[in-house]
């Protein structure tokens, strides 16, 4: 029986169950989502596109939750790329300080459910308050053993690659030395594993400059429904169709 038969659906809501063992099943261990469709969800209800990203909170919220019920140990979120500087100063400027409140105010909560705060991206470039909030999250938390939420701030994966590239030169690295390996360990990855499942909300079809060297083998997802309605449903439903493939890693 296939697993889309065998896992079955009851009132709209998946067995916890059957995604749990679809997960331990696959060794489905990272998961990388690109969070879109926040100022579409707003705009197709005539709310401020700042609406959105606040009920984007909330589908983080209920993602991490999620991941923690199914076992799936590595969360990271693409929040704010090196493109995002481009939009209007309000908007900019809103993200950050929601950035700034969301963390302040879900530590505690996140540190009470054992999830471990990471994040990567040029994080020098944001204001120092922000800073402050990320070095204390990652610092409370550093002991902790379950979900690993890594959050990409001013990150770009290009950006990123030139960076790791220049230190690489910095640091001496003889050519005969350099390989996917040692690359890997001057991105700011360095110590998460590759995405398993790339997820992008909104029916958009891109990568957008996200984990470009990481998810050379992920399995992609993209599902219509923006961001702030995704949930543990619409999450089951991305790892029951990541069970159903067969990853070959080019073999």
Same mark, same amino acid.
């Given at each position: 029986m296939e697993i889309k038969?065998?896992?079955?659906?009851?009132?709209?809501?998946?067995?916890?169950?059957?995604?749990?063992?679809?997960?331990?099943?696959?060794?489905?261990?990272?998961?990388a989502i690109i969070m879109d469709g926040n100022r579409r969800w707003a705009k197709e209800r005539m709310l401020p596109?700042?609406?959105?990203?606040?009920?984007? %909170?909330?589908?983080?919220k209920k993602t991490?939750?999620?991941?923690? =019920?199914?076992?799936?140990? &590595? #969360?990271?979120?693409?929040?704010?790329?090196?493109?995002?500087?481009?939009?209007?100063?309000?908007?900019?400027?809103?993200?950050?300080?929601?950035?700034?409140t969301t963390l302040k105010n879900e530590l505690k909560e996140l540190n009470e459910n054992n999830v471990k705060m990471n994040y990567i991206g040029n994080l020098t470039q944001?204001?120092?308050n922000l800073q402050n909030i990320l070095a204390e999250s990652t610092e409370i938390t550093k002991n902790n053993t379950g979900v690993v939420l890594t959050v990409a701030i001013n990150y770009g994966a290009r950006d990123e690659i030139v960076n790791a590239v220049k230190n690489? %030169?910095?640091?001496?690295?003889?050519?005969?030395?350099?390989?996917? =390996?040692?690359?890997?360990? &001057? #991105?700011?990855?360095?110590?998460?594993?590759?995405?398993?499942?790339?997820?992008?909300?909104?029916?958009e079809k891109r990568i957008s400059n996200y984990l470009l060297w990481q998810i050379a083998y992920s399995e992609l997802y993209i599902t219509d429904i923006y961001w702030p309605e995704f949930d543990k449903n619409a999450l089951a439903g991305a790892i029951i169709e990541f069970a159903s493939r067969q990853r070959r890693w080019g073999k």
């Open positions: 038969e065998a896992i079955k659906i009851s009132e709209d809501s998946y067995f916890e169950k059957d995604i749990i063992d679809a997960v331990r099943n696959t060794n489905l261990k990272h998961i596109s700042m609406m959105g990203h606040k009920r984007g %909170v909330d589908a983080l991490t939750r999620a991941c923690s =019920d199914f076992g799936v140990k &590595y #969360l990271t979120l693409y929040a704010f790329s090196t493109e995002n500087w481009n939009r209007k100063k309000e908007e900019v400027d809103f993200l950050m300080d929601l950035l700034a944001l204001n120092k690489i %030169v910095k640091d001496g690295i003889k050519e005969d030395d350099v390989n996917p =390996d040692l690359i890997s360990r &001057y #991105l700011y990855t360095k110590n998460i594993p590759d995405p398993d499942l790339l997820i992008r909300t909104s029916g």
